[in-house]
């Protein structure tokens, strides 16, 4: 039996949602939805009160906005779950976080992925099947981190770990975070027996990047973190080729030279410090111009 928790910004949308899970679950459920339609509470303080008001040992955390392809994939969930040394599971995750701001999906390491992406009005639907271990047949794959698009634990596993709502106030980041927590005491896994569609992209604006360093301050002292054996050469490609592309996010969004500066310094304070790359970054910060299109 499974609790599912959302924090609904739409009615329309939600009704959908609970007319898809009827149809498609499998298994006796409640659905816990927060309504949240001025956005007042940030997704974890939603999420926490769900969770708490919930009656079954399942807890599903999801998004309104998607539809389950999979038939009686309840019955799955409760499969995986069942495992005791998996604490959560959701369809799309990264095997490897890094230290620089960043996404779940990690720039050079491979990322566990089974959902359909839409990508905004006019854009086709993009079935995405991706995977670190193409010649695996487990249907359960371990990752870092999973996306808050969809996620399942249990109860036990929430009494232990929380979503942390003072640190992330908002309504990002705390996907990563929480798949972080609980990857202290159990497995986090990508799953690829339940298929479900993502009716809207991903916002990747400045809120989204804020909370981002957010993150990587909190984990400073456990980042990276990979269910991967990498070698130091990896992790040094990865720094910098994350750092690239948060440079670069810094500014389209706007922020400043002196601000840019003072996180390249920052996140360039590291056993993968490495000089010719930080002069090359310094030079970007300064000379890197948003609007150029050549």
């Known amino acids: 039996m499974i609790s599912i928790i959302v924090s ?12 898809n899970v009827n149809e498609t679950i499998g298994v006796p459920f409640e659905i816990i939805p927060i309504e949240n339609s001025k956005g007042a509470l940030g997704i974890c303080r939603a999420y926490n009160q769900g969770a708490s008001n919930a009656r079954y040992d399942i807890l599903c955390f999801s998004h309104e906005d998607v539809e389950f392809e999979t038939r009686n994939w309840g019955r799955n969930v409760m499969k995986h779950l069942s495992n005791e040394r998996i604490g959560l599971i959701g369809v799309a995750g990264g095997d490897t976080k890094g230290w620089v701001p960043s996404s779940w999906s990690s720039s050079i390491f491979p990322s566990e992925v089974s959902l359909i992406q839409h990508h905004g009005v006019g854009q086709p639907p993009e079935r995405i099947v991706r995977t670190g271990y193409p010649g695996s047949t487990a249907v359960a794959r371990p990752v870092a981190c999973v996306d808050g698009v969809w996620m399942c634990t249990r109860k ?125 970054f310094c030079k970007m910060v300064m000379t890197y111009d948003p609007q150029r299109t050549d």
Request: aromatic share 16%.
């Open 8 to 19: 609904s910004r739409k009615p329309d949308v939600l009704s959908a949602f609970i007319a």
């Open 156 to 280: 036990d596993v929430f009494n232990k770990v929380r979503f942390d709502e003072a640190t992330f106030p908002g309504f990002h980041a705390y996907d990563i975070d929480y798949s972080l927590q609980v990857s202290a005491h159990y497995e986090v896994c990508v799953v690829f027996d339940i298929m479900l569609c993502h009716f809207s992209p991903g916002s990747f604006n400045t809120e989204w990047l804020l909370n981002a360093i957010r993150l990587s301050d909190k984990w400073s002292h456990k980042l990276p973190h990979s269910v991967r054996t990498l070698e130091r050469r990896d992790l040094v490609n990865q720094h910098w080729t994350s750092m690239r592309i948060f440079i670069k996010k810094l500014r389209d969004l706007g922020f400043g030279k002196l601000y840019t500066m003072k996180q390249l310094l920052k996140y360039s304070n590291t056993k993968y410090f490495h000089l010719k790359h930080f002069l090359h």
